[in-house]
């Protein structure tokens, strides 16, 4: 049961924190993949891109875990991550630099593609995944391997629903109230 419930944290802070990079990353991989090999390619940098994040936010933990009110400051930082999501301005991206790289290249430059496009979109999560590692590495193997099932169901529907999740107008809200209720259970101590 304690099992289940560690990979339920991470894998519920993954979806609310992520929901909102999620939608970001709809209109790069509609513009950027036509074919299935490219979604491939792109997938496997937003996976990797997971892991890294993961793996920094289990590094990090350590020295968190040091910190007297830790729980304190790191809901404060995920309600400021909170506000910092909601008030952030749409950014239209567009990426027209594969059509001129031979074709062997281009299934690379998809991977760091997907790699930077989720990596620079969910470093503003690792405050939440920091919280969630303070604690045994037992307990994060669990976190993460959560972390990772949302982040491979962020990938699926990315690729399956990007039409109906470009026209979703209310993902800060949702993003915002999740982040707002992370933040409560993390200053209370009960994740």
């Known amino acids: 049961m304690n099992i289940l419930i560690l ?3 991470g894998f519920i802070a993954n979806i609310l924190t ?3 990079d999620t939608i970001s990353h709809v209109p790069i991989a509609a513009s950027l993949l036509k074919k299935r090999k490219g979604r491939a390619f792109f997938a496997f ?3 990797f891109s997971v892991f890294v994040i993961i793996i920094i936010a289990i590094l990090l933990s350590k020295i968190v875990y040091m910190i007297p009110y830790r729980n304190i400051i790191s809901a404060a930082l995920i309600l400021a991550l909170a506000f910092i999501v909601y008030f952030r301005k749409k950014k239209n991206s567009e990426n027209r630099f594969l ?3 031979p074709k062997e290249a ?3 430059a998809l991977s760091m593609i997907g790699f930077l496009t989720v990596f620079a979109t969910s470093i503003d999560d690792l405050v939440v995944y920091l919280s969630l590692m303070v604690r045994s590495f037992s307990e994060q193997i ?6 990772m099932a949302a982040g491979a ?3 699926y529907i990315v690729f399956r629903f990007s039409k ?3 026209k979703f107008k209310y993902i800060k809200e949702l993003t915002l109230a999740g982040l707002i209720v992370i933040a409560v259970l993390v200053g209370l101590k009960i994740i």
């Open 153 to 155: 169901l962020e990938v």
């Open 142 to 147: 669990w976190v993460a391997a959560g972390i």
């Open 7 to 9: 990979f339920l944290e």
């Open 45 to 47: 940098g937003m996976m």
């Open 18 to 20: 992520g929901a909102d």
């Open 164 to 166: 109906y999740l470009s």
């Open 106 to 108: 281009r299934l690379s």
């Open 99 to 101: 059509r001129n790289l």
